[in-house]
């Protein structure tokens, strides 16, 4: 295994030698202007779109890059590595590339459609292995392989080489613009993407100001920059499971503390509520990490007016299955799904007054759970409630209690709320 230095900083001159080594695998993405997103903010908003990768992000550049430096000895003995998914299809696709054996570790919580996707690019050259619940259960588990079987640890961001290879996008953008720069969005899981970038930019066009993005759930680079040290996170939302480690790698944080020009944190129901957008209104795809950028752009809406924008759309893996929690989480963060417990009277009828006289018009039943106790006056049944308007909500709150229907407000109760959602 590589030893690093805090010291390190991505010098040009070593991601242009990355953008040599990985041109036989990694595509020049499209740089893309928005309509929309322009429109709406005022702006020149174009997106880099890594969602096209044919790994479906742009993973396979800091992966390739690593590998391909690696000695024969060491491509001999195999590669190791730990990915929420998108690095493990790298990490697959160079494996079957370049006819190396390649073990993967996974969280168990990992997407069904990723993992397939990672056997399918990796084929006989890899073998995936699901361990624990996040990037960082997997992570010890692959290191401690390595250390037991020689193998050489390919890192999703805290690598020299794993961060050139993703420089490499700030490359592409800086020859495919034709105008300056102002501001560029970058999603942050670990930092490597950033780290990458940042040491691009610092060289090609300094006064680009570079903007990290993290999930609300997930804040571990915010929360280390405030505290000067990098900080791990024990309690995270996984939901966004791109972007959603517990701790940053050092060299990332040494880096990104230093060069970026602020960090911003998304509501996980936000991203969700971008990924709807995107999909039907301009029939882009992206998995959760990818929409982080496009979801920040809201609270910078006066600082880009008038101003060249870029967001990196950093992949598209996402899961069919996962359609009704996004939907879900969005209508959740829009303030329009709501869950009560309503207390129903013991007598006929009671159901068709609610329905009647308690719903409005435009209210609509999406849950509905209901366990008849004969021996009490009131049932209980959780019930999800969905709203055309939020400013709906006190009216029929006010109707529940009028009528003594209603019994208890669920949204702001986790304790209880995480069983339903």
């Known amino acids: 295994m590589s030893t690093i230095t805090t010291t390190y900083f991505p ?4 991601i242009q030698k990355a953008a040599t080594v990985i041109k036989e695998v990694a595509m020049v993405t499209p740089l893309m202007n928005s309509i929309r997103y322009s429109k709406r903010y005022d702006a020149n908003i174009l997106l880099k779109r890594e969602d096209l990768q044919r790994v479906r992000s742009y993973k396979i550049r ?3 890059n690593k590998i391909s430096s690696l000695s024969k000895e060491e491509l001999d003995r195999g590669v190791v590595c730990a990915s929420a998914g998108n690095h493990a299809q790298g990490v697959a696709f160079a494996c079957n590339h370049l006819g190396i054996n390649g073990t993967i570790y996974m969280p168990a919580v990992t997407p069904k459609q990723k993992v397939e996707q990672t056997q399918m ?12 619940d996040t990037f960082d259960d997997s992570s010890k588990a692959a290191k401690a392989i390595c250390k037991s079987e020689g193998k050489t640890f390919v890192h999703p ?6 961060i050139e290879g993703q420089g490499t996008i700030g490359l592409e953008i800086f020859k495919q613009s034709d105008v300056p720069i102002d501001y560029i969005f970058v999603a942050i899981g670990g930092g490597g993407l950033a780290s990458g970038l940042c040491g691009a930019m610092k060289s090609l066009s300094p006064k680009t100001k570079i903007i990290g993005v993290e999930p609300q759930g997930a804040p571990s680079m915010l929360t280390s920059i405030r505290n000067n040290k990098n900080t791990e996170i024990f309690d995270i939302d996984k939901f966004i499971d791109g972007a ?3 701790k940053v790698g050092d060299l990332n944080f040494n880096i990104c503390k230093e060069y970026l020009s602020d960090m911003y944190t998304v509501h996980e129901g936000q991203v969700c509520q971008t990924i709807l957008d995107l999909y039907n209104r301009d029939a882009i795809v992206v998995e959760p990490a990818g929409a982080l950028t496009l979801a920040a752009l809201e609270a910078y809406k006066e600082q880009i007016k008038g101003k060249n924008v870029v967001c990196i759309v950093s992949g598209s893996n996402n899961d069919i299955t996962r359609t009704a929690e996004i939907k879900e989480r969005a209508l959740l963060y829009a303030d329009l799904k709501h869950y009560f417990i309503i207390r129903f009277p013991q007598r006929a009828g009671a159901l068709k007054q609610f329905l009647g006289e308690v719903l409005g018009p435009n209210d609509d039943i999406t849950h509905f759970e209901y366990s008849k106790k004969s021996s009490r006056e009131n ?4 019930v999800g409630i969905e709203l055309k308007n939020k400013e709906d909500l006190q009216p029929l709150i006010s109707r529940m209690k009028q009528y003594n229907f209603f019994g208890d407000y669920l949204n702001d109760k986790p304790h209880l709320f995480q069983f339903l959602v």
């Open 121 to 132: 690019f990796g084929g006989e050259h890899v073998k995936i292995v699901l361990e624990g």
């Open 62 to 64: 800091g992966a390739f």
């Open 379 to 382: 049932g209980p049944a959780v």
């Open 244 to 246: 959603a480690v517990q």
């Open 157 to 162: 961001f805290e690598d020299p080489k794993t």
């Open 11 to 14: 010098e040009l001159e070593d």
